[in-house]
């Protein structure tokens, strides 16, 4: 079972930039398809942003041009960048399988808080 740990969140002001790291146990993780989620109080968990095998990123409509998702493979690790953070991007941030392509998804880790607030 991959295990999966997320780090990078923070409280940061409206307008602000975080880098979020999602490193796995294994190396097959992060050659993906992959994807990096998010979970608001009281909401369900969405997808932000995907890469797949090949390197190409699709972006949520909400996040498109603010947010990018890359991976370092040398590092088992899966990143994303997060410009010109807005208050509705507050949220749990999980990384996983695409579970559009994934047949089974990897167990979620804790996540990291991401809080963007004046």
């Known amino acids: 079972q991959v295990q999966l740990v997320e780090s990078g969140g923070g409280l940061v002001l409206p307008g602000g930039s975080l880098r979020l790291s999602c490193v796995a146990s294994t190396s097959t993780f992060v050659i993906g398809p992959v994807a990096w989620y998010r979970q608001a109080p009281g909401e369900q968990r969405e997808s932000v942003a995907r890469?797949?095998?090949?390197?190409?990123?699709y972006y949520a409509s909400f996040v498109e041009g603010r947010f990018t998702i890359s991976r370092d493979t040398a590092k088992n690790t899966l990143y994303l960048q997060m410009d010109n953070l807005k208050p509705d991007d507050t949220a749990v941030y999980y990384c996983?399988?695409?579970?559009?392509?994934?047949?089974?998804?990897?167990?979620w880790g804790q996540g990291t808080q991401v809080t963007v607030s004046s």
């Open positions: 890469l797949s095998s090949a390197g190409r990123a």
């Open positions: 996983n399988k695409d579970a559009r392509i994934a047949a089974r998804m990897n167990s």
